[in-house]
């Protein structure tokens, strides 16, 4: 995966927006951030609840970890995009686009 395959996939969900929070790429529903790019084209990280992350770290721990600190255990996961395959990044992030959604917004989904 690439950050501009990452970048596709978010923008595909509805009523999502890029932006930039501290010099890097993120994107955000209804204006809550759900991911975002870091600046080496590395990693994504997702924002998820603590037992999404969970689910997500035993599903494929090659390209999940959580994200260092208290971040982390908010849920917070970064993904190594080398190591991601594009079905899974396509779950992971509407896994974090649902957390961060309005609940009619995800009703219509």
Do not use: N
């Not at 970048?7 to 890097?24: C, D, F, K, N, Q």
């Not at 590395?42 to 721990?61: A, I, K, R, T, Y």
């Not at 649902?98 to 219509?108: E, F, N, Q, T, Y």
């Amino acid at each position: 995966m690439t950050s501009e395959g990452f970048r596709r996939i978010a923008l595909s969900l509805p009523e999502t927006a890029e932006g930039e929070h501290l010099e890097h790429p993120d994107f955000r529903v209804c204006g809550k951030i759900f991911a975002t790019l870091m600046p080496e084209d590395v990693w994504g990280v997702l924002m998820l609840s603590p037992e999404q992350q969970l689910e997500w770290l035993h599903s494929d721990p090659k390209a999940f970890v959580p994200a260092k600190g208290a971040w982390g255990r908010r849920g917070c996961t970064q993904v190594r995009l080398q190591s991601v395959k594009a079905s899974t990044l396509q779950k992971a992030l509407t896994a974090a686009w649902r957390h961060k959604a309005p609940d009619d917004l995800v009703a219509g989904l």
